[in-house]
């Protein structure tokens, strides 16, 4: 897969990801993936991400940065939401918060086998708190 | 500059850090650079970085995942060391902690120009407290 043909396999994940269809990327994600060095199932990967949307329901996975060279991808995804239960250990407060994830991938044979993710919570606590 | 042209040339600005010639980053940094949205001069930009180092003395930039295409750079840094003075407002401890930073960059004529940089300040406090 070409940089750019890598790229658009990883806008139609997220792309999945905000049509909430969370339970169905079997398409996009391996049996396996280790995440943040934590070796999960498919199923488990999903449940991650269908419980960060069932704390902030209208949590939306904005692209605005994305490089994709060999079978790596670097995205840095903007969320503009508000939290409706706890998330990250941070109780929501009913505001409105932005904060950033800056993220990597590992792909194999065309679907992610390793996640790399680091989300700006000290941004996230700051602005419920504030 | 090809992808791996820019990845080399990031290395050797990661080298220049590393090797403490941080007040010496013409080659690689633009008169101006936007950081985290901040516009500052190179100077402002070094000093920045030197206060880092001040901070932690053994601060080491450790490229672990490095995504270059285009313009663009991504890379995972990983720093093992211990801070020594108040760093991202986080009172040293003594420890020893390890901890990560997700880093865009955009070139212009192979220079930076623009930094998006996300650290696991999370992580950081965690260990100094833990």
Chains 1, 2 share one sequence.
């Not at 990801?17 to 280790?34: C, G, S, T, Y």
């Not at 329901?57 to 239960?85: H, K, M, N, Y």
Request: net charge negative; hydrophobic share 40%.
């Amino acid at each position: 897969m070409t940089g750019s043909e890598l790229e658009e396999r990883y806008r139609r994940y997220i792309a999945r990801l905000n049509d909430r269809r969370v339970h169905e990327l079997e398409d996009f994600v391996h049996d396996e993936v280790v995440y943040n060095g934590e070796r999960l199932t498919r199923a488990g990967y999903q449940d991650l991400i269908a419980e960060a949307v069932a704390a902030i329901p209208d949590l939306w996975f904005d692209i605005r940065l994305l490089v994709a060279s060999g079978d790596r991808v670097a995205c840095r995804l903007l969320f503009e939401c508000t939290p409706q239960r706890t998330f990250l250990g941070l109780e929501p407060s009913g505001k409105r918060v932005s904060f950033c994830e800056h993220v990597f991938y590992e792909f194999r044979d065309g679907r992610i086998a390793e996640v790399w993710s680091l989300i700006d919570r000290s941004a996230l606590a700051a602005q419920l708190a504030g």
